[in-house]
């Protein structure tokens, strides 16, 4: 995926706009293109999970990489996350999403 390609792509945040993420990434050729868009990727992995997980919002822990707190005991490092998936390949975005979900789900409901 050259800067070109993902101009014009709209994603959603949602998991349904990670699936397309991931599908970018699967098909790119180029894997030093995508490590230059890795701040962006994490950047719209934290979109998601801000804008669909009740409660999660952004924190920064170390300059220049931000976490999203999804509740009391859990965060995820946004870009580290974005980082990994072009070069390792798994977990994916959506594989990432879902851990988070269930994550949460198992923990009680954060209060105010």
Same mark, same amino acid.
């Given at each position: 995926?050259?800067?070109?390609?993902?101009? @014009?792509?709209?994603?959603?945040?949602?998991?349904?706009? +990670?699936? *397309? +993420?991931? &599908? +970018?990434?699967?098909? /790119?050729?180029?894997?030093?293109?995508?490590?230059? %868009?890795?701040?962006?990727?994490?950047?719209?992995? @934290?979109?998601? +999970?801000? $804008?669909?997980?009740?409660? *999660?919002?952004?924190?920064?822990?170390?300059? @220049?990489?931000?976490?999203?707190?999804? /509740?009391?005991?859990? /965060?995820? &490092?946004?870009? $580290?996350?974005?980082?990994?998936?072009?070069?390792?390949?798994?977990?994916? %975005?959506?594989?990432?999403?879902?851990?988070?979900?269930? %994550?949460?789900?198992?923990?009680?409901?954060? @209060?105010?």
């Amino acid at each position: 995926m050259s800067r070109s390609q993902a101009k @014009g792509v709209s994603l959603s945040r949602s998991r349904q706009g +990670l699936t *397309a +993420l991931d &599908s +970018l990434i699967e098909g /790119s050729e180029d894997k030093m293109d995508l490590t230059a %868009l890795s701040r962006a990727i994490g950047m719209f992995y @934290g979109d998601v +999970l801000t $804008h669909t997980i009740p409660g *999660a919002h952004w924190e920064v822990i170390e300059e @220049g990489f931000p976490n999203v707190r999804k /509740s009391r005991n859990t /965060s995820a &490092s946004v870009i $580290h996350v974005a980082q990994r998936r072009p070069n390792v390949g798994i977990p994916t %975005l959506v594989m990432n999403y879902d851990h988070a979900l269930d %994550l949460i789900d198992g923990e009680p409901l954060q @209060g105010p």
